[in-house]
């Protein structure tokens, strides 16, 4: 009787090595593509905390970039090339990933390179490494490397490293492009704020692009857009849902994210879902959790200060990225109102960027008066904001300030804001000022460095009575 034994290939140092020319910045570094310098910026700051730092965010958002760019900020600061290490986990030249392989990576480049820092160890993509949790958490503890992470899971490298490295890992999620990274993408940035006036017409162009097309970095770069944004929604449902949640019965899914990206900003309820799909709610609220988990979907839950009103309302659905609305199917020209909505949760959601206490909600009141984001920040609600896109109809302009009025007076704000396609304005109003202002103008307040919500306001001078900017 003869035992065969499956023989396992172990790639040599020189393999090794020829892997990481191509990705590193010791000779030829590769593109680095456009620079988003907000998001390089954090990630530099987190590393000064002595923290291993997990980058996150949709698919296809640019955290491999991101991560490139801040390794050439660190060279151009001082850094020798050999103190940093990329490693790309995703090229098909690394085989049999786990855990050893990563410490023959490592060996191979402390052998070569000889470092002379502790190094900077930058991992793309380390999903793809069984176990790489606990390599990464020694090298950590052990203070042999300086470590960056990304993945595009959230529940991977949440939950992962929130229960192996509680405390000791800070995360920076990359988001799809800004409206200013838009523009520079498209090599249209204004230059100043005159410059922003005297482009108006350009701009406000530039921002029905933005709407229609989506904010995928390569997406702006590139001229087939549907086809890259069906791909990138194909790897979605099949490659980090169906496939990392191991779904059998994968139809009532694909109805469900067919179903949220031809309806942005539309209220939903698992129950009235699931009896739409012929799925049950129970279904329905796993694979929207899924499509949260992998960034495709957020669900904005109603405001209210106890916890449990919140679950058991309705949410308000919004996706990933506008362009993929659309390239499911959703018609653009009747339907901007919504994606100027979903433009704006998404830019809210930029802002925990800069302000971790950062909250977001929707507010309803029993008179079905409604006001689209309630931003808390803390303990304290900081602002109210609408989304108007047709402000000079009088009956859709007198409904948006009700519902707005309603909540100044509730939650003691004396200043609302009303975004509008093109109106810009103040309007007197019983319970203080709804300031109106232009979409694109908001965005490109907001997209500046150092700027969050309501900074266009404050830019101008202007605060409500509690200090707040709204």
């Known amino acids: 009787m003869y035992i065969i034994a499956a023989y396992k290939k172990t790639m040599t140092k020189n393999e090794i090595m020829a892997v990481l020319q191509d990705w590193n910045l010791w000779q030829k570094p590769p593109g680095a593509g456009i620079s988003r310098p907000v998001y390089v910026a954090k990630l530099r700051e987190f590393l000064k905390a002595n923290q291993i730092v997990t980058v996150t965010g949709p698919r296809r958002a640019g955290k491999s970039y991101v991560m490139r760019q801040a390794a050439r900020s660190l060279v151009a600061e001082g850094t020798p090339p050999e103190d940093i290490l990329l490693v790309n986990l995703e090229d098909p030249r690394l085989i049999d990933l786990d855990v050893k392989t990563l410490d023959r990576i490592f060996e191979t480049y402390r052998e070569f390179l000889a470092p002379k820092g502790v190094p900077f160890v930058f991992l793309d993509e380390v999903q793809e490494v069984a176990g790489w949790e606990r390599w990464v958490g020694a090298m950590h503890e052990l203070g042999k490397a300086r470590l960056v992470v990304s993945g595009s899971n959230a529940r991977l490298l949440s939950r992962e490293l929130g229960t192996l490295l509680t405390g000791r890992h800070l995360d920076l999620r990359v988001s799809t492009l800004s409206f200013a990274e838009f523009l520079a993408f ?152 919504r994606l100027a909505e979903n433009a704006v949760f998404l830019e809210l ?88 202002v232009p979409l694109w103008k908001w965005l490109l307040s907001l997209a500046q460095p150092g700027h969050s919500a309501g900074h266009l306001l404050e830019s101008e001078g202007r605060r409500n009575s509690g200090g707040s900017v709204t």
């Open 186 to 337: 498209n090599e249209a940035a204004p230059a100043d704020r005159l410059d922003v006036s005297a482009r108006a017409v350009e701009l406000k162009g530039f921002l029905r692009r933005y709407l229609e097309e989506g904010a995928f970095p390569q997406v702006a770069l590139a001229a087939p857009k549907r086809e890259i944004l069906l791909g990138y929604l194909e790897d979605i449902v099949q490659k980090d849902v169906i496939r990392r949640f191991r779904i059998r019965k994968a139809e009532g899914l694909k109805a469900l994210v067919k179903h949220y990206l031809s309806n942005p900003a539309a209220h939903v309820t698992f129950a009235a879902l699931g009896k739409s799909f012929g799925v049950s709610p129970d279904s329905i609220e796993r694979f929207s959790g899924h499509l949260e988990q992998v960034y495709a979907v957020s669900l904005l839950k109603r405001f209210s200060y106890k916890v449990r009103e919140q679950e058991k309302n309705p949410r308000k659905a919004y996706c990933v990225d506008t362009g993929l609305c659309n390239a499911a199917g959703f018609r653009f020209s009747g339907n901007l109102g």
């Open 349 to 436: 959601l930029r802002r925990r960027l800069a302000d971790p206490c950062f909250e977001a909600f929707y507010w309803k009141d029993e008179r079905g008066r409604e006001v689209d984001f309630v931003v808390k920040e803390g303990l304290k609600v900081s602002s109210l904001v609408q989304v108007c896109w047709d402000a000079e109809e009088a009956g859709t302009r007198q409904r948006e300030l009700r519902g707005l009025v309603k909540a100044m007076v509730e939650f003691e704000m004396k200043e609302a804001l009303l975004i509008t396609e093109d109106e810009e304005a103040e309007e007197r109003v019983e319970a203080g000022v709804v300031r109106l």
